[in-house]
Structure formats: C-alpha cells, structure tokens
C-alpha cells in the first residue's frame, strides 16, 4: 500500500460519464522480471530490423517491427499489438488494455516510464518519493524515475519537440499521446472520488482556512471562512482574487492536490493567456467545473495550492484550520501584508521567489534609490493602478495590509457575478470584457456551490441533490414537457 495517497477503491466501481469527468524520461525502467525475456532477443531484434546501410541510418525501420516496437524492446518495455484494426496499435502498461502507442510515435523513449509499469486504473503514488510528500504532476514523474533520464531543461525540451511532432498521429484517431491517456484515466477516476458520498458530506461545513503565499509565509496571508462546498471557479474569483489582491479575469490558475498529484483548473476555459503554459508545468488540468473545494481539503490539518498566474507561477499554500457549522457567507478574518504587483511588476525576477527576495531587501533598506524605483514599478501594476471595484489608483505598500478594503472587494465579488467559462475565444488580456452570469440554484439560489443539471431536461440546475427532491413535484411536469420534446427531436 502505497503511503499517504488517496486510496480510489472505494469509488472505482461508481459509474461517471465523461462528460461528469470534465472531461519524461530518457531511459525506462525495465528492471521488471517481466520484461527479461524481452531483454535475451533484443539484440537480434535490433539487428533484423534495423537498416545496415549507413546513409539511411536515421530512415524507418525495415521488417516487421515498426518504429515503436523497437524503440521499446531496446527499452526492454512489454507489449501487444491490437487486433483487428488497420493502425497495428502496441497496447503498453500490465493490463495491455488502456494505452495506445501508435506504431510510427518516435517519442516512446521519452515518455514517463510510470505508464508502462504502472496500472493507471489502480496507481497511487508513493508520497515519500516526494520532497515533503508533496506529489507533484499527477504523479507520473516521481524523484526516482527522474534520476534515470534527468529533469534538466534539455530533456524537457525534447520532449516537448518530439511528442508535438508526433501528436498528428494520435489526433487523426480521436487520441492523445499515451502520457495524456494515462492521466486521462487518473481524471476518470478522481472525478469517482469527488463525487463520492464521502465529499457530498464533506461539503456541508464551512471551512477556517489560511491562504499564505509560499516562501513569504510569515509576512504575505489572509486567513477566512469559507464554504466547504464552494466550487473551486468561484473560490478563485470571487474569494481568492478579492481578499490576496490579484486582478479579475487576468490570470489563468490551477489548485494542486499533494496527496496524488491532481492538478485541477480551468481546462476548458481559454479566456486566460497564461493557460498555454499547462503542458510544460502540469502536462494537464482536470477542470474545475463541478469541483468543490472539499474535494481538496477534508480534515484538519490538511494542505493543498493554488498556483496563479501560470506564467510568473505565484504558488499559494492553502491550509485548513479548522471546520464550524455550516455558513452561507464568505468572511475574512485577518490577513498580513500587501498582494504582490501583477506581471511581478518591479522584482528582478518572476513569482514568489523574487518577491520573497524583494521583501527581504525592502525590510533591511525601504527608502533605498532601487526599493524606491522597485515600489514606484509595482505601483504601476494593473492591480494597482487599475482597482477591479473602479476606485482611483493605490500605491503599492509592501508591508500594509488593509482588511476593510479588501472585506469591501469580498462584499462586492461575493454580490455580484461570476466570471463564465468562455470557450473558444481569444484569451483575455488587460482591458478586455468578460461573461458573467448570476445563474445559482434553481431551489434554494446558492450561487457559491457547484450546480448541476436536471438530466431529464437540462434546464435547470440544482446545488445538492436535497434541493433537486424539495424541487421535484414543482418541477416534475415541465421536466416530462421538455423531456418529450426531446425524445421526438430525437427521432426526427
């Protein structure tokens, strides 16, 4: 048993759509028992079907191995090819039944040797591989694995260049490269788990949490209390956002999951520029849609991050203090210092880092000429100098934090809107308009929560299922009326 993970068997037999679900190494593993008889023929397998002409040295294989199959019996990786379809899929991993690798994918050697060892129905990562059991990456790339091949920017970048080289292949079938099946299948699962019973009860408190920026810990936190049952989408933007500082619909983000490395945001909203950063920091987000914030944090104790701004990557560690009785409201208790300037405005350099290192400096020497130019930069920031609630321009003060403004933001987001997930569009930049919608339950009119579907008719939504059954004999007849509707469009 794996230490520390979320163990999933509990939910793996629950059944959840697809659309419920929201919806690497240089050298593999191969030190398996299991793949040594693949080990004593390589050689000879190499020599049959690699090319002896010296000019044509980086040309296809000849015979009957593709360029797939050679690159993973060098690695000493077991397979078996597909039956009965034209492409000659290899199916890879123990059950030789979930992931595909395309016969002609010259990236196989740069995967992550986890999804040809691991089972991605039942894999839990090993906590103590990760430093401060922190699993990172949906898990695929523990320490150990990365030690083989390294994790250098050299071999990022190629894999980066040969999977995008090669993802045409997988496109043209409906597929993404077999890393993104992996994960894909670890999303189906953690979408079991966050609509599990055992979540449904979590999300029935309200949660005291503290929100601390990482690495300025002491002198950069809010501390509030929340809905346990608060959709992540509004937990960013209208909690998060208002009581740190950070600007409305300017930044894309994602909430990291440390037990097994579930990286969850806004995948299928391209209003954020900064979400073309995902495949090199994350690989892939599951949204957020349909996630509350329980599903991150149900005990005391517990910690989870919110990462904003995928681009300059300002971490924030969220922490769970303490669980009450349940509340409609959203309250900032306290809270220490200023929010950081937008684009890291004025730092040397980008994040939570080089704001830490900033802080230091500006503490032992405030009215020094470069934390003066440093101050008047950050100054100049969009969150400053352009207030979310229309008030006139602010002076970036490191050190200061004022709650009664920053309750007034809370009050205002809380009231108003929510952002709506835009798709297909330019990704926002300063200056540019965004959706919002007032849509909250259709019983009892909680805006915070995640809503769900009538599935009869889908023309409303409902935040909990003791809201759609008080709902229902209300509800019942125009749910047939537009069910039937549907039924004989259907049959046209």
Known sequence: TMSGGIDYSKWDNLSVSDSDASSVDDDLDGGSPEFENERNFISSIIQQSTPTNSNNASSSPS???????IALLKNGIAYEKEKDNDVGWLLIGPSKNDIRVHPDDKSTHLYS??????????????????????????????????????????????????????????????????????????????????????????MKFTYVVRIELCECENDVWRRIRVPSGIGLSVFHDQVVCPVMGWSRGYHGYAFEDPRDGTIIGPAKNSAYIDTMHVPMIYKKIMDDKGCPLAALLMKKGDVA?????????????????????????????????????????GLDSKGFSAYADFLKDYKRKPKSPKMKDAVKEASGAINYSQPWDGSPPMKFQ????????????????????????????????????????????????????????????????????????????????????????KSKSKKK
């Open 305 to 345: 991050y919110y990462n904003y701004d995928l681009g300059d990557c300002w971490m924030h560690r969220l922490v769970l203090e303490d669980i009450v009785a349940e509340e409609d409201s959203v309250t900032l208790m306290a809270g220490k210092g200023a929010c950081p300037p937008e684009d890291s405005n």
């Open 113 to 202: 040797s986890i999804i040809y060892t691991e089972d991605p129905n039942t894999y839990i990562p090993d906590r103590t591989e990760y430093k401060d059991e922190r699993v990172e990456k949906w898990g695929i790339e523990p320490p150990s694995r990365q030690e083989e091949g390294g994790d250098g920017i050299e071999s990022f970048m190629a894999r980066m260049m040969m999977s995008s080289n090669t993802s045409w292949e997988y496109d043209e079938h409906n597929l993404e490269n077999p890393e993104m099946q992996f994960i894909d299948i670890l999303i189906r699962r953690r979408s079991k788990y966050n609509n599990s019973d055992a979540i449904t009860e979590a």
């Open 398 to 485: 490191p050190l200061e934090f004022n709650i009664e403004y920053h309750r007034r933001l809370l009050s205002l987001m809380i009231a108003g809107p929510a952002l709506k997930t835009q798709r297909g569009r330019m990704a926002m930049m300063p200056g540019a308009k965004y959706k919002e919608s007032f849509k909250g339950c259709d019983n009892c009119g909680n805006r915070l929560k995640p809503l769900s579907k009538c599935l009869g008719c889908r023309k409303v939504s409902y935040c909990s299922r003791e809201c759609q059954v008080q709902a229902w004999k209300e509800h019942k007849p125009e749910c047939k009326k537009h069910s039937a509707k």
């Open 63 to 69: 015979g009957d191995y593709s360029t797939a199959e």
